[in-house]
């Protein structure tokens, strides 16, 4: 892990994922093409065998990556729809008032830990959203 100051930029990349997981016969679910944007959260998708990209309704919805398979894709029409929103340009990371911030890198992703007055952790990777806690705050807090 990589520990740096709070002041460096944090850069939210869009992601284009197409799904490779080979289910087994009775549980059998498309495999999507999907566009992520920096938070993990679907933009848009591909559905399989056809060429109508879906534009997501809630702009907060993860994907779930737990037991699945993907590989990173590029998609004429996904990239332009990408290029298109704004929220794909690059962020400064803005530190709140009386909040520790930690960048930390793990398997080539960054995350911001934030330790607030009350020593409670918080963190932008997927894991945290989902149980309230993972390995980048549990070592923010070994760590302090």
């Known amino acids: 892990m990589t520990w740096c100051g709070y002041s460096d930029i944090l850069c939210t990349m869009n992601e284009i994922l197409k799904e490779v997981t080979e289910w087994q016969a009775e549980y059998r679910v498309p495999n999507h093409t999907y566009l992520l944007d920096g938070k993990g959260n679907i933009v848009a998708y591909l559905p399989e065998g056809s060429n109508d990209i879906v534009i997501s309704k809630s702009q907060s919805m993860k994907l779930n990556k737990r037991y699945r398979k993907f590989v990173k894709v590029k998609h004429i029409g996904l990239e332009k729809i ?3 929103l704004p929220s794909f340009k690059k962020e400064e990371y803005t530190k709140p008032k009386n909040v520790r911030a930690f960048k930390v890198k793990s398997n080539d992703k960054e995350y911001i830990v934030e330790v607030f007055a009350n020593n409670k952790l918080s963190c932008s ?20």
């Open 82 to 84: 990408a290029k298109s």
């Open 125 to 144: 990777c997927v894991g945290f959203g989902y149980r309230g806690k993972c390995k980048h705050s549990d070592a923010v807090k070994a760590k302090l």
